[in-house]
């Protein structure tokens, strides 16, 4: 047993602030959740920032 807690995962509307710049993230009230890809509000530019985002997204 340990006297410490566990690290909490952060809440959809942090994770959804966290990646914006690169993701526009929305949730369904079934929980179902959509996520289009952009960059800054425009269109798609691929990159290596957006390659590392897309993994560490789908991780959350």
Known sequence: MTNTNYVKWPDFEQIK?????????DRREDGVVTVRMHCNGGPLIWSMELHDAIGKMWRM
């Open 17 to 25: 602030e966290m990646f914006k710049e690169l993701f526009i993230m």
